[in-house]
């Protein structure tokens, strides 16, 4: 998770969407998702400035024989500005905290599955539908 979190984190600051390749399965749609926005950023010339995310904790859950494994971990994405290739200001980034939910599953080494991202109060309390 953190290797996929880093790549993710690299792919939109260089941008370069080929850091995402090969870590998930194609039907991980957040995944598809992550990797099409820094794909568009590389098209518009843009990218995100700084660090997007910080990991605090990662909490996990293993079953299935060791096949599968959950894991939950308390994120953070960064205040952080989105930039062209002169590095003007495209867009200012208000972060905030979220719960990651990240199923791996075991097919000749550890695959992404599943991403689920639940937004929360800074406090870690939910926000509510």
Not at 18 to 47: E, H
Not at 74 to 103: F, S
Not at 111 to 127: F, K, M, N, P, S
Request: glycine content about 10%.
């Amino acid at each position: 998770m953190a290797d996929y979190l880093d790549r993710l984190d690299r792919s939109w600051q260089r941008p370069d969407p080929r850091l995402l390749d090969n870590r998930a399965l194609p039907s991980c749609g957040t995944c598809t998702n992550f990797r099409k926005a820094a794909a568009g950023l590389l098209t518009k010339g843009q990218r995100h400035e700084g660090h997007i995310l910080r990991v605090d904790h990662v909490s996990v859950v293993i079953w299935g024989r060791g096949k599968k494994v959950n894991l939950a971990a308390d994120t953070w994405q960064l205040d952080h500005d989105m930039v062209d290739a002169r590095g003007a200001t495209v867009r200012t980034i208000k972060g905030g905290r979220a719960n990651v939910y990240v199923e791996l599953s075991y097919r000749g080494r550890w695959w992404v599955e599943a991403i689920h991202i639940e937004r929360v109060r800074d406090d870690g309390t939910y926000l509510g539908p």
